[in-house]
């Protein structure tokens, strides 16, 4: 079973701060990771994906990976009440059958306080 | 580009009943993909198409749940019967074909179904 494990929420930050949303994973020979935004009652939205070691950078949000940890993050840069959502990590696993598929960790509420 | 389109928005049912939801896809995304969310989970993959046949379907609950995908575009997804726990968003996402390289699924509006 493949799992994909989120840090407990909610989170709150206050504005302009730093947020950082964590992300761990099962499956050792995941290549594909991503964060998917959720503002309530809408549906994901893709903010980022990663696919090499390191650090990836796109405006306010930077994407982290450590393959040999296991590990994902998503840092927000000078947060504002509008990233006030729901974040989502999503690992691209070989299902049985060869499929390649998407395992979504249950989400990070994270609330920007004015 | 126009995005992912999910008919209809909102269901409500009671338990036994049956229901079906409509899913289009982004044009050109050969890849399309059902999910069912439950309040406070994150999306669960129920079926996945590559054109008009099944790619992966282990998690679809077969004795209720179906799925089709006629002619590689449209599809739709039917439940019968409903149970209580069925009430959920139904998500349908869509990619290019994901044989390598990136492989971005992009999510419509979903169907938030309420069986009673």
């Known amino acids: 079973q493949k799992e994909v494990e989120q840090n407990s929420g909610p989170l709150s930050v206050p504005e302009g701060a730093i947020a950082s949303l964590n992300c761990t994973y099962s499956d050792r020979v995941s290549q594909s990771f991503f964060w998917y935004r959720q503002y309530s009652g809408k549906s994901p939205e893709l903010i980022m994906s990663i696919y090499s070691n390191g650090d990836k950078e796109d405006g306010r949000f930077t994407a982290q990976l450590n393959k040999a940890s296991q590990y994902v993050s998503l840092l927000i840069r000078d947060s504002q009440p509008s990233d006030s959502a729901t974040y989502l990590c999503a690992v691209l696993s070989i299902s049985s059958g060869s499929a390649r598929q998407l395992t979504f960790g249950s989400g990070t509420q994270l609330t920007v306080l004015p | 580009e126009a995005g992912v389109a999910q008919s209809p928005r909102y269901k409500i049912i009671e338990k036994r009943q049956s229901v079906a939801f409509w899913c289009n896809p982004i044009s050109g995304h050969a890849t399309l993909y059902w999910y069912q969310q439950i309040l406070g989970q994150g999306p669960k993959l129920l079926i996945q198409?590559?054109?008009?046949?099944?790619?992966?379907d282990s998690q679809l609950p077969k004795d209720r749940f179906s799925a089709e995908r006629l002619k590689g575009v449209d599809s739709t997804l039917k439940i019968q019967p409903a149970k209580l726990e069925d009430s959920a968003v139904y998500l349908c996402?869509?990619?290019?074909?994901?044989?390598?390289?990136?492989?971005?699924?992009?999510f419509g509006p979903g169907t938030r179904l309420t069986v009673t």
């Open positions: 996402a869509s990619s290019l074909v994901p044989t390598s390289g990136p492989y971005e699924q992009y």
């Open positions: 198409f590559q054109n008009n046949g099944v790619v992966d």
